[in-house]
C-alpha cells in the first residue's frame, strides 16, 4: 500500500494513541510533585510520532527506516521512564495504569503493522533491581 501521508501510517496512529494515554496518566495529581517526570515522558512519547513523521517527510525509504529506529528508540526512553515510577512510591496509586502502558510500549512498534521486528526484550519489573 501506498502512503499519501506519514498520518496514514499505522505505526504513527500506534504512536499517537500512545502519547493520548501517557498524557492522560500525566495528568493525574500524582504527577503534581513529580512534574519533571512527566514532563520528561511526555517529551519522549512525543519524540516517537515525530520522528515517524520527519522520517516520512523525506521521502526515501532509508530515512524512514532511520527515523523508525529512532522512534524505537524514543519508545525505549518511555518504557524506561516507566520502569522508574514503577518503582518510585508516589506513583503506587498508578501501578496498574503503569503496568499496562509498559506492556503496550514493549510490544511498540511491533503490534503496529510498521514492516519491522525487534528482539524479545526482557521485562524491567520491579523486583529486577
Not at 496514514?8 to 494513541?17: C, E, I, N, R, Y
Request: glycine share 8%; hydrophobic share 40%; net charge neutral.
Amino acid at each position: 500500500m501506498k502512503y499519501e501521508g506519514f498520518e496514514q501510517l499505522p505505526v504513527w496512529q500506534a504512536s499517537m494513541q500512545l502519547g493520548v494515554r501517557i498524557h492522560a496518566l500525566t495528568g493525574k495529581p500524582d504527577f503534581r510533585r513529580q512534574r519533571s517526570l512527566g514532563d520528561q515522558i511526555e517529551r519522549a512519547v512525543v519524540s516517537i510520532s515525530n520522528n515517524i513523521a520527519e522520517g516520512f517527510e523525506r521521502g526515501t525509504n532509508q530515512e524512514l527506516l532511520t527515523f523508525l529506529n529512532f522512534s524505537r528508540g524514543s519508545a525505549g526512553e518511555v518504557r524506561s521512564m516507566l520502569c522508574l515510577l514503577e518503582r518510585l512510591p508516589a506513583f503506587r496509586d498508578l501501578e496498574s495504569e503503569i503496568l499496562n502502558l509498559k506492556s503496550e510500549v514493549k510490544a511498540f512498534p511491533d503490534n503496529s503493522a510498521s514492516g519491522f521486528a525487534r528482539p524479545r526484550i526482557p521485562s524491567c519489573g520491579a523486583s529486577a533491581m
